[in-house]
């Protein structure tokens, strides 16, 4: 996924097969949030801004740009065990046990990306409300668009953890998934509060 053109990746995610699909977009929509993050920082590096701070959100921001590459190509590789798993044999009483079992620990796993992609996306908007006083403001409205695709990574991961959680049984692992899913509450009230400062802040 790291090397292929957006065409190729888009045409991919147009066809009928089952991965990539929501999740590896909220990946891409965490690194891409990030890259904004760090090209706002990197356009900050005059004497009059705060060098330890843009530091700062350069290196986090690139960090978590690599680990949401990551969590993309994680979660297609999910998806497919999910779909792996519902293709096994259920004819007798042990095959159905097993694909059951085969099953939830299959959804188990794919919830996993999506509930780290939501851990990115808080940090990302916190970035962003570090960077939105202090950064340069010819590009302020690039720290908005950073929140918003944290924004849309953090719900979009939300959903597809909560669809997986109807499939599983282990109730400590249902607990952790469903609070993570509502960080995303939070994610979304602050990357609302960062777009509505700088729309402030362009129309005066």
Do not use: W
């Not at 694909?99 to 794919?110: F, K, M, P, Y």
């Not at 692992?173 to 994610?187: Q, R, Y």
């Amino acid at each position: 996924m790291r090397d292929e053109t957006i065409t190729a990746f888009l045409d991919q995610l147009a066809a009928r097969v089952p991965a990539p699909g929501g999740g590896a977009t909220a990946a891409l929509q965490a690194a891409q949030s990030a890259a904004l993050l760090a090209m706002v920082a990197r356009y900050s590096d005059s004497a009059k801004y705060d060098a330890d701070l843009m530091n700062h959100v350069i290196t986090e921001a690139d960090g978590i740009r690599g680990d949401a590459l990551t969590l993309a190509e994680a979660d297609a590789a999910a998806f497919g065990a999910v779909a792996g798993a519902y293709a096994l044999a259920k004819d007798t009483d042990e095959e159905k046990q097993a694909r059951s079992a085969a099953i939830a620990a299959a959804l188990a796993e794919a919830a996993r990306p999506p509930a780290d992609v939501v851990r990115l996306a808080l940090l990302l908007v916190s970035l962003a409300e570090e960077l939105l006083p202090a950064g340069n403001r010819n590009v302020i409205t690039d720290v908005a668009a950073a929140a918003e695709a944290a924004r849309a990574a953090a719900v979009t991961a939300q959903v597809n953890i909560e669809v997986n959680l109807r499939g599983l049984k282990d109730p400590s692992v249902l607990g952790e998934l469903a609070s993570m899913a509502e960080v995303t509450d939070d994610v979304v009230a602050r990357a609302d509060r960062v777009v509505a400062a700088v729309r402030e802040e362009i129309s005066r």
